[in-house]
C-alpha cells in the first residue's frame, strides 16, 4: 500500500471548518484513501473514502487533488466532541480487508 | 447494543501467563480481523478472518499468538507464555461481506492488556 504522511498534530477552534492534509504522492490507480478517527479510549470509527472524486457525508467531506498525490479532510463545524487522532490511509484493492495506520493526525478542538 | 463487544476491557496478567481476549462482532458481519495498538501509534493489523477460517495471520508476531473463530462469529485471541512486550490495546473489527474496498470497519473498544 502507498505510504501517507499527515501532520503530528493540529488545533483548531469549536464552530470552525478543520482541514486536515494528507500526502500520499506514491498512490496508484486504483487505490482508496480512507479516513478514519480514533477518540480517546475507543476503537476506530470511520469517517468517509474515495478513489478520485470529492466526497461528501455527513460526517466529513473528502477532497482529493486531480493528481491524486493529497487529500483534504474537512470537518465543517467542529466541535469538542471531534477531538481525536486521525488517521489517513491508502487502500489497495490486492489488500482489500486490510487497514494500514500510521501515526495519524492528533487534532484538538478548542472552546 | 448493536457494535462490536470485546472482553474484558482490561486485563492484567503476570508475566508467562496464558491469556485469551474475546470478540463478538456485529451479527451477520463474516469477515473479522484483530488489530494491536501500543501506546502512541496507530493499529497494527495481526490477522482476518473469512467466515471461520483465517484468511490472513502474517500480521501475527510469532507462534505464541493464535485466534479461532470455529462457529464463524465469535472469535478468541490467545496468548500463550506472555511477555511484558505484549502489553497493548487488542483491537477487534468486524465487516460485512468480503470486507472488501466499499465496505467499512466496525471496531470495538478494545481490550487493553497489561503484562507485568
Known amino acids: 500500500d502507498a505510504k501517507t504522511t499527515q501532520p503530528t498534530s493540529m488545533d483548531c477552534a469549536e464552530g470552525r471548518a478543520a482541514n486536515l492534509p494528507c500526502n500520499h504522492s506514491?498512490?496508484?490507480?486504483?487505490?482508496?484513501v480512507y479516513w478514519y478517527r480514533q477518540i480517546h479510549s475507543q476503537g476506530p470509527q470511520y469517517i468517509i473514502h474515495?478513489?478520485?472524486n470529492n466526497e461528501t457525508n455527513e460526517m466529513a467531506s473528502l477532497i482529493i487533488t486531480e493528481d491524486r498525490k493529497s487529500s483534504t479532510l474537512i470537518l465543517p463545524h467542529a466541535t469538542l466532541r471531534d477531538t481525536a487522532v486521525y488517521y489517513c490511509i491508502v487502500r489497495a484493492r490486492s489488500n482489500d480487508y486490510k487497514l494500514s495506520f500510521g501515526a495519524g493526525t492528533t487534532v484538538t478542538v478548542r472552546a | 447494543g448493536a457494535g462490536v463487544s470485546q472482553t474484558p476491557s482490561n486485563k492484567v496478567t503476570e508475566k508467562g501467563k496464558y491469556v485469551e481476549l474475546r470478540c463478538d462482532p456485529i451479527?451477520?458481519?463474516?469477515?473479522l480481523y484483530w488489530y494491536r495498538q501500543s501506546l502512541g501509534q496507530g493499529p497494527e493489523f495481526l490477522i482476518y478472518f473469512q467466515g471461520t477460517g483465517a484468511a490472513d495471520d502474517s500480521g501475527l508476531p510469532n507462534d505464541r499468538f493464535f485466534a479461532v473463530r470455529p462457529e464463524g462469529s465469535v472469535s478468541t485471541l490467545k496468548i500463550q507464555r506472555t511477555e511484558r512486550g505484549d502489553s497493548a490495546v487488542y483491537l477487534c473489527?468486524?465487516?460485512?461481506?468480503?470486507?472488501?474496498?466499499?465496505?467499512?470497519?466496525?471496531f470495538g473498544q478494545g481490550t487493553r492488556l497489561t503484562v507485568v
Open positions: 473489527a468486524s465487516s460485512p461481506g468480503t470486507g472488501g474496498m466499499n465496505t467499512e470497519a466496525f
Open positions: 506514491t498512490i496508484s490507480g486504483n487505490e482508496y
Open positions: 451479527s451477520g458481519h463474516t469477515a
Open positions: 474515495g478513489l478520485k
